[in-house]
């Protein structure tokens, strides 16, 4: 049966889970759009976690000299960002909004900062999409770019705190050089993609971004002239004179404003909601949006919502394990999900899909062949049993489960009620075709 354009709602748009508002589907994105992102509550932000890790690596250095790291604790970073993970989980899974959290995971993939190997990350990750991405989810895509590129987490990721003009007044003195790897990434993955700029354009963008960098003692984010490469420098045809923090305000807004730019990500946004490989029309749609609004992700969004390819009832798309797992948690309810927070972090990494751990600035992968493959059906397989498991311990029964997704077709109900007990039943519709796919 095909689906309803309220059950294309909830499923395209959110977890798949059942709302009673989404009867006016368009009216119910909308208002999504209108409330916006909300903070997540109980998050420290990047400058006290700044102050901590400082803190936490200085007690670090003491501990070594004094060889006593035996008894010294290395587990802050790790812990704050499992607690972190967890709490922003529960917290999309009971939002009001779930379409607005989803294209919050969106963006925030897309201007991604990875955790791997990066202990201050740890704990800037969930702070970054809180500060970066969340008040500026309906804004213009040049702010969220500003936001993203003067965070701490950004800065110390893509190494551009460490990239110094070489003939600045720190370059000359302690014969330091730029880092490309901020300027390369946004230019190809951030921006315009591979084609629309050479490495002449890398390097004269690395070198107008000199100058933005931490301060180690005061753990802040700055921007040093001393540490500035002087000169006017000239990326994808435009010219921008370096020294000044505006400086890359200007270029965000430039690149942000590019045909291409507008052409990629509307491309990459369409993939994600409704087609690996979205129609033209609608691609072309939200692409002359961006180009007539300068970048206004509002518009953009509600270009999207209102193609009609974005409303053909076929579900093309396989849902991610972290969107999955957050529509599971969104099952559970808020009183039972919490029952079961601990094993989100451990869930999250079995299912290959840990949300700021992608394995390259690129992202995590947003094609069904990624995703759908045997082993993550049999990991999935793995996780919806133990979720089973703990609603039936909370006392959820199938028949509570059931009602709340957004609809069930009739073989899977007929599983789900020959099922041998409650646990095996609600595990049957976590990997049904209708809540897996969308």
């Not at 199938?398 to 009620?417: C, H, I, K, N, P």
């Amino acid at each position: 049966m095909p689906r309803t354009l309220k059950q294309i709602a909830e499923t395209r748009f959110g977890y798949g889970i059942k709302f009673p508002e989404a009867a006016d589907s368009q009216g119910w994105l909308r208002g999504q759009l209108a409330h916006g992102a909300q903070s997540l509550s109980g998050v420290g932000g990047s400058a006290e976690r700044m102050r901590a890790f400082r803190d936490y690596q200085q007690a670090k250095q003491q501990a070594k000299q004094a060889k006593q790291m035996s008894e010294f604790d290395q587990r802050l970073p790790g812990r704050t960002f499992r607690e972190d993970l967890s709490a922003r989980q529960l917290a999309m899974a009971a939002s009001e909004t779930p379409f607005v959290e989803r294209l919050v995971a969106f963006w925030n993939n897309l201007l991604c900062v990875s955790t791997l190997g990066n202990q201050p990350i740890l704990i800037l990750a969930v702070p970054y999409e809180n500060e970066a991405i969340r008040p500026r989810l309906t804004g213009s895509y040049a702010e969220m770019l500003h936001a993203s590129a003067t965070h701490p987490a950004m800065l110390i990721y893509l190494d551009q705190a460490r990239s110094v003009g070489p003939n600045s007044r720190m370059g000359k003195r302690r014969k330091r050089d730029i880092n490309e790897n901020y300027a390369r990434e946004l230019l190809e993955l951030h921006t315009l993609g591979t084609g629309h700029y050479d490495q002449t354009d890398v390097r004269q963008l690395a070198y107008l971004l000199t100058g933005w960098t931490i301060h180690r003692k005061q753990a802040k984010v700055r921007f040093s002239r001393a540490l500035a490469e002087p000169g006017e420098f000239t990326v994808v045809g435009h010219t921008f004179r370096s020294g000044r923090p505006e400086a890359l305000r200007e270029v965000c807004e430039r690149l942000a404003a590019h045909p291409a730019t507008a052409q990629r990500i509307s491309r990459k946004l369409a993939a994600h909601f409704v087609a690996d490989d979205p129609p033209e029309s609608l691609v072309s749609a939200m692409a002359e949006a961006w180009l007539e609004s300068g970048g206004n992700l509002r518009i953009v969004t509600q270009t999207l919502l209102e193609h009609e390819a974005a409303w053909l009832p076929e579900a093309h798309k396989f849902r991610p394990p972290a969107e999955w797992l957050t529509g599971v948690l969104a099952v559970a309810g808020k009183s039972a999900a919490r029952n079961v927070a601990k094993f989100i972090p451990k869930s999250l990494q079995q299912l290959g899909h840990t949300p700021f751990a992608p394995p390259s600035p690129e992202g995590w992968p947003d094609r069904k062949s990624d995703w759908l493959t045997p082993d993550g059906l049999v990991t999935r397989t793995d996780i919806a049993q133990v979720a089973g498991r703990r609603f039936a311990k909370a006392e959820l029964k199938w028949r509570d489960v059931a009602e709340r997704f957004s609809y069930l077709e009739g073989a899977t109900l007929e599983a789900m009620w020959g099922a041998s007990n409650h646990a095996e039943g609600i595990a049957l519709v976590l990997l049904s075709p209708e809540f897996n796919r969308r």
